[in-house]
């Protein structure tokens, strides 16, 4: 049946409106805050809590990962690098890279994102505590591994049913099998742009397994609203995963029937990124931001956000920095028990843009997407 005419045009009118009020809205918050997010000091309010900062200009140590021996972190920065912090000298060194070219790979955060996509963005870590392999997602680079010793890691994947790999994220390994488990977080978008992941409601993110024994790929779940964060459970039987948008947390069954596998566990009161697991098996959840009405305007309105992307020429992601700046949401740390319900809720204003949390001998390592250091607190 056709719409009548005037009905179109009239819902063509009410959208240009709209269009326009966001454009006009999301100007004066432009020109009003146009500066650095990762540049401002942050107050020691906790005489526990230090301040690590990244070397070389880098930021965005975005997830972390310590070897079989307890050193690291190791962690990804805007510049492609996989650095590693010597904790007895006090220092990082580089440890990896994820691509061949690095011909104007530094020169800070808006450089770097220009350059991701060559340079590499290396996301989520995990040791192979057997092989002492470090496996990477890298949001460009897809699925790669490198040795103990580090230098330029070897792809592992790059597509996955002949889709190609346009957005891994984050990833979890089985320490016995071997087994990788892996995100996608879009088909469509790549990292650069995730925020337009978020405000079009984009559902082509994947959950996938990679068998380094066989080679063999599976994909477990798609269809997915941003995909983020992964961690296996200490026996082995469910994933635990974060969906971005939706701001969902699920149980991803191992052992059962693909009808009953999917379990949603908690909706969070923040957009959530990784998961880590402790060593007695529960789960930090780091949460970038608070999830406010005016977010929920757009995540329950796609149409308003397909609109903005197709029609506004401007960089969505960074402006979402200065919205959340503005507005001063600090990120969260959520802890869950070994089943994966919600067990503490760690709120603190020293925290932005939080990417992860993870806890490691005594100290909880708090990374972020943005920011040009790294936070040590004790447990
Ligand atoms: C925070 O305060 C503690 C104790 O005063 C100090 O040891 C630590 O270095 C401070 N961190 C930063 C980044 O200033
Ligand atoms: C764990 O922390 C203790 C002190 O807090 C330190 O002596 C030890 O070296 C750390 N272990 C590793 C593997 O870093
Ligand atoms: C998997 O792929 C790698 C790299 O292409 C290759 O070296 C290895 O032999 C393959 N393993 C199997 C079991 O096919």
Redesign the pocket.
């Known amino acids: 049946m056709a719409t009548p005419l005037v009905y179109q045009a009239k819902a063509m009118s009410i959208k240009l409106i709209l269009i326009a009020i966001a454009i006009a809205f999301f100007a004066i918050i432009l020109v009003a805050f146009n500066h650095n997010t990762h540049s401002q000091p ?1 107050k ?1 309010e ?6 690590i900062p990244l070397p070389g200009g880098a930021v965005g140590p975005e997830s972390f990962a310590f070897d079989g021996s307890g050193g690291g972190p190791y962690t990804g920065v805007s510049d492609g690098r996989i650095i590693r912090w010597r904790e007895n000298e006090n220092r990082w060194v580089d440890f990896a890279v994820t691509s061949p070219e690095r011909n104007g790979c530094e020169g800070g955060h808006d450089n770097n994102i220009q350059m991701e996509h060559i340079c590499g963005r290396p996301l989520g870590l995990r040791f192979n505590e057997k092989t002492g392999q470090l496996y990477i997602a890298d949001a460009y680079m897809g699925l790669l591994v490198v040795g103990p010793n580090g230098g330029l890691a070897t792809p592992v994947l790059k597509e996955a049913d002949g889709v190609g790999l346009r957005f891994t994220n984050s990833l979890d390994i089985d320490q016995r099998s071997g087994v990788v488990y892996f995100t996608d977080s879009s088909s469509r978008y790549t990292r650069r742009n995730y925020i337009s992941v978020i405000i079009t409601s984009d559902n082509t993110g994947r959950l996938m397994k990679f068998d380094p024994s066989t080679n063999k790929t599976t994909l477990l779940l798609d269809n997915l609203k941003f995909p983020n964060g992964v961690s296996l459970s200490q026996n082995r039987d469910f994933l635990l995963f974060a969906e971005t948008t939706t701001c969902r947390l699920y149980k991803y069954w191992l052992k059962k029937p693909k009808s009953e596998n999917l379990e949603l566990i908690t909706q969070l009161p923040g957009f959530p990124d990784n998961i880590k697991r402790n060593k007695n098996g529960e789960f930090w959840v780091g949460i970038n931001s608070k999830r406010k009405k005016s977010t929920e305007l757009l995540i329950s309105n796609p149409w308003i956000g397909n609109a903005l992307v197709r029609y506004i020429p401007i960089d969505f992601t960074k402006l979402y920095y200065r919205l959340v700046d503005l507005i001063g949401s600090n990120g969260m740390g959520i802890r869950l028990s070994v089943d994966g319900n919600v067990v503490e809720v760690l709120d603190s204003k020293r925290w932005k843009f939080v990417s992860e949390v993870e806890e490691n001998n005594g100290s909880l390592w708090i990374g972020s997407v943005t920011r040009d250091f790294v936070i040590k607190e004790k447990v």
């Not at 906790?46 to 301040?51: A, D, G, K």
């Open positions: 942050i020691n906790s005489h526990e809590s230090v301040i």
